[in-house]
Every structure is written in structure tokens, then in C-alpha cells.
């Protein structure tokens, strides 16, 4: 079929073309614009599709279950119950529209804007910083208000970080075994990146981005000594970090000893009460709806602990199969990766496997800090949590996989991309 259309890419034809020929006018009849539209669909992963879709409406009940009581409180007192819930939701209609535009640009469009993303980003980053520009929420100023909606640059530079790594990592393929030309260039433009970062301060994204990036280093076949080595200067700065500033070692030490009597009540009162809502959802759950732990108990109940409600409320069996369904999304997003790499397409693959270790980690980060093994740190689920920016961007890294694994079978067919 897609010989016959002269190989051209069923995702890139221009909205007349896809006007039935009852409409149009042209010589394209209704029953094989119905047969190129199937022949689309057939090309797209459902499984893929439907596990995402799947979190993001568990997200979007749990997002509301979450936030239904928040009203009761005098901050939220001029709220309505569905405020969050038709927020979230509006969110997902955006996240949907935007995944929709990315699905659309092939992933050779992609390489050749990747080194002008990664400046806007850090322009972004940059502008978020300045007073009176940047809108500063909980001491942090992480967005950019553009009265309609609220976007935070950390998120974008997420997606915009792996598909200049990916690039970087390609046009670098012949001196991969050299530190000045390969690693000392990214190390320097991820000190910047995470310099910008901290002054936000946002250690959580700097550490997602940074595993990213030299992840997707690693996988393009740099020097495994050299990587490594520099992998420990970073765990050694990440320890400095620590070490010099006082909340985050106050947050180490109350991790170490959450139950502690004063350490319960400040710094670890999150984790304590997250435990507690684990401990009461046992393996059922209570029950949707059901949380007691969301009554103004827990903080960020809908954000960064929206884990520890799905546990109280559906048990060991909800948190198992939102686990599950996120292990079928990143390693959907390898085996797609090792396929485009298969095909030569070495920077679709480094892009597929990049938001694969962007999802494996911020996933791995945040179950742990609701689970208590990690220290906590502020990393939103992704899919589920409430928040626009991060809803919009995942959404729009997993439409560029769903791209690559687009035209993996559109090149299998023998089709051009």
C-alpha cells in the first residue's frame, strides 16, 4: 500500500490530502482513504497506546480521589471539588494535542532541530530564573506563567536533553573513545544545565537529565573507563551537594530515621505518613475513595506521593499493576529503540531508549521515595501525577517512540522515511 502511494509517509501528508475525494473533489476515493487510515493504525503499536492511556486515566481518578477533600483546607478554600480533576484533565486534552503535532514531524526533522532545542531550553531555563518573570511556588521558581497555563522549563529540557544527546552522540560516533572530544563538551554543558537547575532549585530534574544524557552516552559505545570515572565525579559532586546544604542533608538524615520522634513531625512527616498509607492498604486496598491519609494528612498527596494514595486506596495489587504497566512501556520503548538501531537509524534508537531511561528512572525515583527507600526528593509520577507541563512533555516523548516505531515498520515494508 505504501508503494502504491509513492512511499510517501502516511503521517506527513497535508490535511487536504486526507479530505475524502466525496469532499475534495480529487480522484481519491472514500473507501481507500478508509484503507490508509486502517493501514495507519496498523502501524502504530496498540498495546503501547493502551498502556499509556491506561495510566493516564488511573492517574486522572486518582488525581481527583486525591484531591477531592483539598477545599476543607483554607488554602485551597475557594476551590471546588472537581477544580484538580477538570485542571488534570484539560491537561491530558492538551498532552493529547501536542503528541498528536510531535507524531507528525519525522525523527530526521528532530536531529537536524535538536542543537536549537537544547539552546531554547536553556534559554528557558535561564528566563525562569529572572524576577518577576519566573512564578515561584514553595520557595522554588520552576515556572513560567503564561496566564493560560504554567510551564516548567526542567520538564522540556527532559525531552529537549535526550534528543540532543542522541544527536551528539551520532555526529561524535568516531571519537567516542576520546574524553576531550566526546564526555568533556557534555560535562561542561551539563554543569550549565545543572547549574541553572539548582538555582530553581531543582535537583530532581538534574539528576534525571544527567542519568539520561550519559546513559544515552553509554549506549552510543563510549569509553567504558572513562565513563565510568566520571560517573563517579558526579556521585562524588552529588555528595558535596549534599554534604554543604543543610536542607538536604537534614532530608538524608530523616530518611535514615523517619520514625525518630522529631524527625516524624519535620523532615521525614511526609515519608512517615506515606508509610502509613501503605500500611493501611495491605493488599486490597481500603477502597477508591477511601484514603484516610489524603485528608489533609499527607502533602502533595496528588503530586509527588500520589503512589502512596493508589497504595492505600487499591492496595499491593493497584501499585503492582501501575509497576507492571510502566515496565511494558520502557521496555516497549527498548525493544524499539534496538530495532531502529538495528535498521541504521542510530538516532531514533538513542531517542526510543533515551525516554525509556528517562521513564525507568523518574519512575524507580519516585516509587522509592514513596516507598522509603530513596531519600525524598520532589519527582512526580510520571502519566499519573497532576501537573500540566509533565503530563505534556512525556506525552510528547512518547509520541516521538511511537514515531520511531512508526517508521521501523514503514521501512520494513519497504516504505521511505
Known amino acids: 500500500m505504501l508503494n502504491k502511494w509513492k512511499k510517501k509517509d502516511p503521517a506527513n501528508l497535508s490535511f487536504k490530502s486526507l479530505i475524502p475525494a466525496t469532499a ?19 502501524s502504530i503499536d496498540q498495546g503501547f497506546v493502551w498502556a499509556v492511556l491506561s495510566l493516564l486515566f488511573l492517574g486522572l481518578v486518582m488525581v481527583y480521589s486525591a ?73 522554588a521558581r520552576r515556572w513560567l506563567s503564561l496566564y493560560v497555563l504554567n510551564i516548567q522549563p526542567s520538564e522540556l529540557m527532559k525531552m529537549c536533553a535526550i534528543i540532543y544527546a542522541a544527536d551528539y552522540t551520532v555526529r561524535k560516533q568516531a571519537y567516542m573513545q576520546r574524553f576531550g572530544k566526546v564526555l568533556l563538551p557534555m560535562f561542561m554543558a551539563m554543569f550549565l544545565v545543572g547549574m541553572l537547575l539548582l538555582l530553581e532549585p531543582d535537583m530532581g530534574a538534574f539528576i534525571v537529565i544527567v542519568t539520561v544524557v550519559f546513559g544515552i552516552l553509554f549506549l552510543g559505545g563510549i569509553n567504558a573507563r572513562v565513563f565510568f570515572g566520571v560517573l563517579i565525579a558526579l556521585a562524588g559532586a552529588f555528595a558535596l551537594l549534599i554534604a554543604f546544604s543543610d536542607y538536604r542533608r537534614a532530608r538524608l538524615l530523616a530518611y535514615l530515621d523517619p520514625w525518630e520522634g522529631d524527625n516524624s513531625l519535620n ?29 489533609h494528612y499527607l502533602p502533595e498527596a496528588h503530586t509527588d506521593f500520589l503512589l502512596a494514595v493508589i497504595g492505600e486506596e487499591l492496595g499491593f495489587v493497584g501499585v503492582t499493576i501501575v509497576i507492571l504497566l510502566f515496565l511494558y512501556i520502557i521496555k516497549k520503548c527498548f525493544s524499539v529503540g534496538t530495532q531502529a538501531i538495528a535498521l541504521e537509524r542510530t538516532f531514533s534508537g538513542l531517542v526510543a531508549k533515551g525516554v525509556g531511561i528517562w521513564l525507568g528512572v523518574q519512575c524507580f525515583i519516585n516509587m522509592g521515595v514513596n516507598l522509603g527507600v530513596l531519600p525524598t526528593k520532589g519527582l512526580t509520577l510520571p502519566l ?29 515494508k519497504g516504505g521511505a522515511v
Open 24 to 42: 475534495s473533489g480529487g480522484g481519491l476515493s472514500s473507501s481507500m482513504y478508509a484503507n490508509r487510515a486502517t493501514s495507519v493504525s496498523q
Open 67 to 139: 484531591t477531592v477533600a483539598l477545599p476543607d483546607s483554607n488554602k485551597y478554600a475557594e476551590y471546588q471539588t472537581t477544580h484538580f480533576l477538570l485542571r488534570h484533565a484539560v491537561s491530558i486534552g492538551v498532552a493529547f494535542a501536542a503528541a498528536f503535532c510531535v507524531f507528525q514531524i519525522p525523527l530526521k526533522t528532530w536531529q537536524n532541530l535538536a542543537p536549537l532545542l537544547f539552546l531554547c531550553c536553556i534559554a528557558l531555563l535561564v528566563l525562569v530564573l529572572i524576577p518577576g518573570i519566573g512564578k515561584e511556588v514553595n520557595g
Open 267 to 295: 523532615k521525614a512527616y511526609q515519608l512517615s505518613h506515606s508509610l502509613i498509607a501503605f500500611g493501611r492498604g495491605e493488599f486490597w486496598g481500603v477502597g477508591l475513595g477511601g484514603s484516610v491519609e489524603k485528608l
Open 384 to 412: 499519573m501525577s497532576y501537573g500540566g507541563s509533565a503530563i505534556l512533555v512525556t506525552c510528547a516523548a512518547l509520541a516521538l517512540v511511537l514515531r520511531i516505531d512508526f517508521e521501523n515498520r514503514t521501512m520494513m
